[in-house]
């Protein structure tokens, strides 16, 4: 099955700065990496995803690239803020086959941006 | 906001009992998975449903048990199996009708078993 290793596991930075958080996955197949936020008792929320037909997405200050070769992608935002401080995941589907709809999640990612 | 109630919010419960975490979606979502979250271990799936009446084991099925009756519910059951059945449990959906839409997570639900 799938298996999708996530980097860094905390990531602290200074308001203003960028940040970037990697994942890997194992699977050729994968073609759906999407990423999620979640903030401190509160549900994972969608803040961007990417198909494997794009190499890169940008959504304002957040932009995802995907590397299928090398199987990997990551995530970048630039002039972080405080309120970007949460638990980032990254994850990886394989549409296809009886693995249809399986979402596969890094292990996360805790992000503090200090003021 | 975003149309899957996870109910009770806060459960507790004594060792060797079992026990049913509520899902329910409105958005006509096809597809209904059970996500377990423990610190650092990240979101590891329990069960998921693709259609009524059949759902496939995720990755960590032993100890719970699903159904699938109706399309918009999806209740899960921690069994007097489950070793370390502590966690934070999160409920989510999907429509199968499109190719890669976005999975919709509820509030979830944190258990603590004593």
């Known amino acids: 099955g799938e298996n999708v290793e996530q980097h860094p596991s905390t990531l602290s930075v200074q308001e203003g700065d960028s940040a970037v958080i990697k994942c890997t996955y194992s699977?050729?197949?994968?073609?759906?990496f999407p990423w999620y936020k979640q903030e401190l008792g509160k549900r994972p929320q969608l803040i961007i995803d990417?198909?494997?037909?794009?190499g890169e997405k940008k959504d304002q200050r957040i932009a995802v690239t995907l590397n299928k070769t090398a199987k990997h992608f990551s995530l970048h935002i630039t002039e972080t803020q405080p309120e970007d401080s949460a638990v980032y995941f990254c994850?990886?589907?394989?549409?296809?086959?009886?693995?249809?709809?399986?979402?596969?999640f890094g292990q996360g990612t805790i992000l503090t941006v200090h003021p | 906001d975003g149309g899957i109630t996870q109910s009770p919010k806060y459960l507790f419960r004594k060792e060797g009992q079992n026990v049913t975490l509520s899902c329910e979606q409105n958005?006509?979502?096809?597809?209904m998975y059970w996500y377990r979250q423990d610190p650092g271990q990240g979101l590891r799936l329990i069960y998921y449903?693709?259609?009524?009446?059949?759902?496939q084991k995720g990755d960590i099925a032993e100890g719970y048990s699903v159904s699938r009756e109706k399309k918009e519910s999806f209740p899960l059951t921690v069994t007097s199996a489950q070793k370390n059945p502590t966690a934070f449990y999160l409920c989510?959906?999907?429509?199968?009708?499109?190719?890669?839409?976005?999975?919709?997570f509820g509030n979830g639900t944190r258990l603590t078993v004593t």
């Open positions: 989510a959906s999907t429509s199968v009708r499109f190719d890669n839409s976005p999975l919709h």
């Open positions: 994850a990886a589907r394989n549409a296809g086959g009886t693995s249809y709809g399986k979402l596969t």
């Open positions: 990417i198909r494997s037909n794009v």
């Open positions: 449903s693709q259609i009524v009446n059949d759902f």
């Open positions: 958005l006509n979502h096809d597809a």
């Open positions: 699977d050729s197949a994968s073609n759906y």
